[in-house]
């Protein structure tokens, strides 16, 4: 599909993650010539080692929520092109907090309703009726919020898949380049030079280089608050589990895989790693053995789960934990992407950020995310 709107004919993408993919692809598809530079492998990044779960749980301000569910709304379209696909589910997901005074269930639940998101409020009695492979007796009073609608996505294989897709459509994709910057050239961002001294024009450039956004939009002028933590992902061996839905509870997530094992992630292993002399991350043995007991304690029957993988890397959070994207208007051709949550909103994000590019359009829903706003 081309767009005779088009205002531009070439885009250079920095960034081989989720967002830098997505959004090539779509320019691709609307007719534009798309290079896109990764610094080492596709997925090498926070897309490579993400919980990926989809959905738009709990309180956000309402803007945010509306940008989530089109974005699980456009995985849904997805997973009717893919009917079979094991990397794609939608088996819901059960949150429930801590028995303390700061358990927010009854509100998030009362809030999710207000809002029409699909919300069940389940006591632990009841939940295996509703849920298989949860331990009822971990969920606290006054029980956890079900949300049918929600899922997960693997991201590397939904990567793998948009590239596919970029080359067929006569997209560029440049992998183990090295730290890219953006070229500009006359006050205006016109595409991407490698470390090895190569230059790719273009007349716009996404820079989707997940937690290295910051600091090169700071090179461009541009204070983008920056909330990156360094998080730990823990990818079990394959186990026998009727586990099917995405478990979000006090001490440990825990979402199941195509293959049968179980990633597992949670907030408080992040305040525990530490960087080693040659940068690389390293937890203590007993917060890897901590989150495997926590998994242990909310799944039934508890299964044997030995750790497969632990994935270090930071996980991007831009400062006031909303997403950050559009243009920089200090530096015209110059886009940014920058999000947590960017498997929710990888496919939404890419579609309204390549009409942006490629159109001159300025979406409405993403007006409350440009990158100026911390400028003020
Ligand atoms: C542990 C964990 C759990 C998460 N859980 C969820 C969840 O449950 N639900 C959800 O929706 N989201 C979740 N997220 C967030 C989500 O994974 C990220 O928001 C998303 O993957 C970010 O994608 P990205 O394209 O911005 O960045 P990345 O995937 O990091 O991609 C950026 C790419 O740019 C490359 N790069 C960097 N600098 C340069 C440069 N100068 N030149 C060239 N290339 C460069 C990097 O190597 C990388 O490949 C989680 C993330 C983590 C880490």
Not at 27 to 54: C, E, K, Y
Not at 165 to 180: N, Q, Y
Not at 205 to 231: C, N, Q, W
Not at 277 to 285: A, L, N, R
Request: aromatic share 6%; net charge negative; with cysteine.
């Amino acid at each position: 599909m081309s767009s005779s709107n088009l205002q531009i004919e070439s885009a250079v993408i920095i960034g081989g993650g989720i967002f830098g993919v997505s959004t090539a692809v779509q320019l691709a598809r609307m007719g534009v010539a798309v290079t896109l530079i990764n610094d080492g492998p596709l997925a090498n990044g926070a897309s490579g080692r993400s919980l990926a779960w989809l959905n738009s749980s709990r309180r956000r301000s309402i803007p945010y929520h509306r940008l989530r569910q089109a974005g699980m709304e456009r995985y849904r379209s997805l997973s009717d092109r893919h009917r079979d696909a094991d990397w794609l589910r939608f088996d819901g997901g059960l949150t429930w907090d801590a028995a303390d005074a700061e358990n927010e269930i009854a509100e998030i639940y009362r809030y999710e309703r207000n809002l029409g998101y699909e919300a069940l409020l389940i006591g632990g009695a009841d939940v295996a009726t509703w849920v298989p492979g949860v331990n009822g007796t971990a969920i606290t009073e006054p029980g956890a919020i079900l949300n049918p609608n929600e899922g997960w996505v693997e991201l590397p294989v939904l990567i793998a898949l948009l590239a596919e897709e970029l080359r067929a459509k006569g997209g560029e994709i440049v992998t183990d380049a090295g730290p890219a910057e953006v070229h500009v050239h006359d006050g205006r961002a016109r595409g991407a030079k490698t470390s090895d001294g190569r230059c790719f024009e273009a007349d716009v450039t996404l820079v989707a280089t997940g937690p290295a956004v910051p600091a090169m939009a700071a090179e461009m002028g541009v204070r983008v608050d920056d909330a990156t933590p360094v998080a730990v992902l823990v990818e079990t061996h394959p186990v026998d589990h009727p586990l099917r839905a995405v478990l979000n509870t006090p001490r440990v997530a825990v979402r199941p895989t195509a293959t049968g094992a179980f990633f597992l992630d949670s907030g408080w292993p992040e305040d525990e790693v530490r960087q080693q002399p040659d940068g690389s991350y390293h937890v203590e043995q007993w917060v890897i053995d901590g989150l495997i007991e926590e998994a242990k304690k909310v799944m039934d029957p508890a299964p044997a789960l030995d750790v497969a993988t632990v994935h270090y890397g930071p996980k991007p959070i831009p400062g006031d934990g909303e997403p950050v994207f559009g243009e920089v208007t200090a530096l015209p051709g110059c886009y940014l992407a920058f999000s947590h949550s960017g498997a929710t909103l990888g496919l939404i994000a890419g579609e309204l950020l390549a009409e942006e590019m490629a159109l001159g359009l300025r979406h409405e829903l993403l007006d409350p995310f440009r990158p100026e706003r911390f400028m003020h």
